[in-house]
């Protein structure tokens, strides 16, 4: 995407796509630029086969993913729509003969961004990134064993989504509460080619093990944002499952204790069990 010198200031209202590879750290040093070249394939032939100019993309190479802006002359319906399909088909058919399916996570945000010589950035850009990111998209893929998830913003969901439009279905969208860096947000969480997906809530802490005393669990460091507790959200149309995720400290602080016999922790709906040796 060409900028003008006298334009990198100036924020360009666009759409920002974040692709993000499954466990890309999984991956050997023979196998990366494999798992690479496939990510590239499944993007390209979908902007080409959804018409996208290639002058209307700003493409950032990310190791295990790939930055996007699309100029705001693309409409966006077009790449919640076609080009959705058309990346899902060429993904299906990248991972025909793996023996481990490419999967990826794909963000979605529309909002103001500038662009200078190094690449892209704005609050539009990480909004997207934190999205594709997100545990519950990590959670989703795994859980209903699928090879591509689309997380969008909520103003992304209501000005267009929400309108339905060519191969974009409301009703196939379920949105869940994040606590993001930046803030609580809502996101809207799609497997495309299914009905709106069940929102997996976060798996419990595992339970300490061992014949001696105790061990006191660590508190949660403030920045690790895949440590959620998961609740249910309510209010939301009929059809849709979604869930609030707060990142929480450990409500009890356990150390120097003896137990005997079983000591019960918490109350009702959050109680842990723990047993110890005199």
């Known amino acids: 995407m060409n900028h003008d010198a006298t334009e990198l ?3 360009h209202y666009e759409l920002v796509i974040s692709v993000d590879a499954r466990r890309s750290g999984e991956y050997d040093d023979v196998d990366k630029p494999r798992m690479r070249a496939r990510i590239y394939r499944v993007l390209e032939t979908a902007f080409t086969h959804a018409k996208v100019a290639r002058d209307a993309l700003h493409l950032e190479d990310r190791g295990d993913g790939v930055l996007v802006s699309v100029a705001g002359r693309i409409a966006a319906s077009r790449l ?3 080009w959705l399909v058309e990346v899902h088909e060429k993904l299906r058919d990248e991972n025909r003969d793996l023996a481990v399916p490419l999967g990826l996570r794909v963000g979605m945000h529309v909002g103001p961004v500038r662009h200078d010589e190094r690449g892209i950035s704005g609050r539009a850009v990480d909004l997207a990134c934190r999205l594709a990111d997100s545990s519950v998209a990590r959670r989703l893929l795994d859980a209903e064993k699928a090879d591509l998830v689309l997380v969008t913003s909520q103003s992304l969901y209501e000005d267009v989504v929400s309108a339905g439009g060519k191969f974009i279905e409301p009703a196939h969208y379920a949105p869940a509460r994040l606590e993001l ?4 947000v809502t996101a809207w969480f799609q497997l495309p080619g299914r009905p709106a997906p069940a929102i997996p809530e976060a798996a419990p802490p595992a339970a300490p093990t061992g014949a001696g005393l105790p061990v006191a669990e660590s508190p949660l460091d403030e920045g690790d944002e895949d440590d959620f507790e998961a609740v249910a959200m309510d209010g939301h149309r009929p059809g849709h499952v979604g869930i609030h995720q707060n990142v929480r400290r450990d409500a009890f602080h356990n150390e120097h204790n003896v137990y005997h ?4 922790m918490g109350g009702s709906g959050n109680q842990a069990t723990e047993q110890g040796r005199g």
């Open 181 to 184: 860096k930046e803030g609580e």
């Open 80 to 82: 919640l729509g076609l």
């Open 9 to 11: 200031s100036e924020a």
């Open 261 to 264: 016999g079983t000591v019960q």
